[in-house]
């Protein structure tokens, strides 16, 4: 993340006016939360290729004055929580901070340039030129395409040589995560071809050299294994407290990620049934041991946050008579370290793409949530809190039944 901005760089900003880099808002009334997240989006794609960070001041009228908006704590909140919420992806890489300028309090919204553009707000690539917000167009985002495929990526889009187009599901692409990935408006235009559909979702390198990226053949990939040795999930539900007792049930979990998540989604309901009561009443009862959802949320997490760069190691999900424990591969990236991991409102993505796939095909509603979540559904069923171990090579999570 760059330095933050001096008091005199930003009242040199406001008095340029505002630019492809500058926007300003009176307040966050009316139709202003979505002009403001049309231009976070817009700098995170960063399409005249500054390579600097833009700035939406709120707080300050059209002609660059400063109104003396109460700058609160809840306000902030709210700014903050825009880059969490799930509207844009990949998830913008900004900050949020309150300012003094001309004396009087303006909220400062910093967005720092995407290293996987296009970045997405609510299904449409936003851009701009000058002080001008619209959709891009598709050399825009041939453009974006181009920017992505030269910079300093993450694994998560980069090429995997070795695989071609025929190893992807392009019919699930077309009928499905378009639909869900992209505005109707955007689909309906008819002057992008296959390959740039594939391209703008960051399935292929570029719509010249459409070779998958990892995304490609995690999401829609016919056989992942086959290149990603490591993704799948092994589940394994054991007859007691330890790994040496008798096993219920084992079973490796491979294929695309919606494969996979579907197919651990079932296996996990299969064995959280406890007990069948066929007395109280006319229906069968029956009782679970764990919230499903509480464990949905974090065998989703290790399956986004986890590493799948130089590894075979695989998500395990181990079912003991009194808890359950997945493992995750790779330590705690970014942001978030060992002392912070699992703290409400610290987030980071080793695979900012891989979410925001996940996002669009239903697994995640918003970002940063799935921990809180879980400890509170735990909480809410009387179950102990979540227990974390954070050594640099995995992360551990225990759920206990009691």
Not at 217 to 236: C, E, N, R, W
Request: aromatic share 6%; charged share 25%; proline share 7%.
């Amino acid at each position: 993340m760059a330095a933050s901005f001096t008091d005199e760089d930003l009242l040199r900003l406001l008095d340029r006016g505002e630019s492809d880099r500058v926007e300003f808002k009176e307040s966050i009334a009316g139709s202003a939360p979505t002009a403001i997240r049309e231009a976070i989006c817009a700098f995170a794609n960063d399409l005249p290729r500054h390579g600097k960070p833009g700035v939406i001041f709120v707080g300050v009228r059209d002609d660059g004055e400063v109104t003396g908006l109460p700058v609160t704590d809840d306000l902030l909140r709210q700014l903050a929580g825009i880059r969490t919420e799930g509207q844009i992806v990949p998830p913008p890489s900004m900050t949020v901070e309150k300012r003094t300028l001309h004396e009087k309090d303006v909220a400062v919204i910093t967005v720092q340039p995407s290293d996987s553009p296009p970045v997405r707000f609510r299904g449409s690539v936003c851009v701009r030129v000058g002080p001008r917000r619209g959709t891009a167009t598709a050399q825009d985002e041939r453009s974006l395409n181009e920017k992505r495929r030269y910079g300093d990526t993450p694994f998560d889009i980069q090429p995997v040589l070795s695989s071609r187009l025929s190893d992807l599901n392009l019919t699930q692409f077309e009928n499905e995560y378009l639909a869900q990935a992209f505005a109707p408006e955007v689909l309906e235009s008819n002057d992008r071809s296959l390959q740039e559909k594939l391209a703008a979702t960051k399935m292929v390198a570029s719509p010249n050299e459409p070779i998958p990226t990892v995304l490609g053949i995690l999401t829609l990939g016919k056989s992942p294994q086959d290149f990603l040795p490591g993704a799948y999930v092994q589940f394994i539900r054991l007859d007691g407290p330890d790994l040496s007792d008798d096993i219920i049930d084992s079973e490796d979990i491979g294929g695309s990620i919606p494969d996979v998540l579907r197919r651990l989604d079932e296996k996990l309901s299969a064995h959280n049934r406890v007990a069948v009561d066929l007395t109280s009443g006319r229906l069968e009862q029956r009782t679970t041991l764990y919230p499903i959802p509480a464990i949905q949320q974090i065998t989703r997490n290790a399956v986004m946050h986890r590493t799948y760069e130089a590894t075979n190691a695989p998500v395990r999900v181990s079912w003991f008579s009194d808890r359950i424990e997945i493992l995750s591969p790779g330590g705690p990236f970014g942001a978030v370290t060992a002392d912070t991991f699992g703290q409400h409102g610290i987030t980071d993505y080793c695979n900012p793409n891989l979410a925001e796939a996940m996002r669009t095909l239903g697994f995640v509603q918003r970002f940063g949530v799935g921990i809180p979540t879980a400890k509170r559904l735990l909480k809410e069923a009387g179950l102990p809190d979540l227990r974390f171990a954070t050594p640099h090579n995995h992360v551990l999570v225990t759920m206990r039944a009691g």
